[in-house]
């Protein structure tokens, strides 16, 4: 069964740790988004790629860094954490021309 | 940059009353999506909506899209528990690979 796969689902994790939020999809997709989302709020794009090799910044400024070397893995990476990173961060896929996306479960991240 | 906006942000409605939420965006739409996401879940995709002034229904669900392509519409006739959640808008941007989500609006339906 198509699907799209986020690990872990949450973290809790001490200032200037380095973590890194995965994300997998089996529906072949070449376009993948990271998107940030407090409780109860909008979506922010924070990174997209169209595409193997291809990674942009999204809407909302980001210290994070993404990276995307097979079609089906998007991984997101923080550096050093900070508790101004504690949010919900949702990984999709969607596939070409103006489809929908399909949303990971999310990750809910913690930085103390 | 595009804007896209959706009021209420908030509605508590007793079961079996009717909500409506609408979404405005500040440019012009190809085709505009709504997504419902549950407390404690993702956004799921439910509909897109392509035409000047289409209308769909998905059995309790209403959507329009409005003449202009500017705006849109989801209504739900006589609410039940199961539609709890916060709904989505959103529009297409950057060329159509990139989608701007409104603002969203929960809705509570009490017993």
């Known amino acids: 069964e198509a699907d799209i796969y986020q690990t872990p689902r949450y973290l809790v994790i001490g200032t200037g740790k380095k973590i890194t939020l995965e994300c997998s999809q089996t529906?072949?997709?070449?376009?993948m988004y990271w998107y940030q989302q407090d409780p109860g709020m909008e979506l922010h794009l924070i990174h997209y790629?169209?595409?193997?090799?291809?990674?942009e910044k999204g809407d909302l400024s980001s210290e994070s860094t993404v990276s995307r070397i097979r079609t089906e893995h998007f991984p997101l990476t923080l550096e050093s954490a900070r508790p101004s990173h504690t949010s919900q961060y949702l990984c999709a896929s969607s596939g070409t021309g103006p489809h929908e996306q399909y949303f990971g479960p999310g990750t809910r991240l913690t930085v103390t | 940059g595009q804007q896209v906006m959706q009021i209420p942000q908030y509605q508590h409605v007793q079961e079996g009353e009717d909500f409506t939420t609408y979404c405005n965006s500040s440019?012009?739409?190809?085709?505009i999506q709504w997504y419902k996401q549950r407390p404690g879940g993702h956004p799921v995709f439910l509909i897109q909506?392509?035409?000047?002034?289409e209308v769909k229904k998905q059995k309790r669900l209403t959507f329009q899209f409005g003449e202009a392509k500017k705006n849109s519409s989801l209504h739900i006739t006589a609410t039940q528990t199961t539609d709890v959640g916060t709904y989505f808008c959103a529009g297409p941007t950057g060329g159509g690979n990139k989608l701007t989500f409104g603002t969203g609006t929960q809705l509570k339906v009490e017993l």
């Open positions: 440019t012009t739409l190809s085709n």
């Open positions: 790629s169209y595409g193997v090799n291809s990674t």
């Open positions: 909506l392509v035409k000047s002034g």
């Open positions: 529906m072949g997709h070449d376009k």
